[in-house]
């Protein structure tokens, strides 16, 4: 699977329900797959956090958030003594403080740091630094 978007996370962000630079946005490190405890994205019908398989960790509110000509950025996450399985995405997401409704905004599976089996070290996701960073509406 390619970085992509979440079809209910991009509808929210058109009807003003997540707001990129105000709200609480963070990622989690997820096991995929299609196992028991692993994630098998479904980027049209998985709406919210209470939806996803196989989290591992949880980063903090993401920090240096930017928004460009439709192009989302922030500063590179660290997952700081990060442990648990191999992972091999993470999913982006609105923090409401509730599971079921936290809002899925972005899957990647394509970025330095991954997959990566956390150790009890510092586990650092660096986003792209190209044209369209982190994710492009």
Not at 36 to 47: I, M, S, T
Request: glycine fraction near 10%; charge should be negative.
């Amino acid at each position: 699977m390619a970085n992509a978007l979440y079809d209910k996370g991009r509808q929210k962000f058109l009807e003003g329900d997540i707001d990129w630079l105000n709200d609480d946005i963070k990622c989690c490190l997820l096991k995929i797959g299609t196992g028991a405890g692993e994630y098998d994205v479904d980027l049209a019908n998985h709406e919210f956090l209470d939806d996803l398989d196989g989290i591992e960790e949880t980063s903090a509110n993401f920090d240096g958030k930017t928004s460009t000509a439709g192009v989302a950025d922030a500063n590179d996450v660290t997952f700081t003594s990060a442990t648990g399985d191999e992972c091999g995405a993470v999913v982006i997401y609105k923090d409401t403080g509730t599971a079921g409704t936290s809002p899925l905004i972005a899957y990647i599976d394509d970025a330095t740091g991954l997959p990566v089996t956390p150790t009890g070290a510092d586990v650092t996701i660096e986003w792209d630094d190209g044209a369209n960073k982190i994710f492009k509406l």
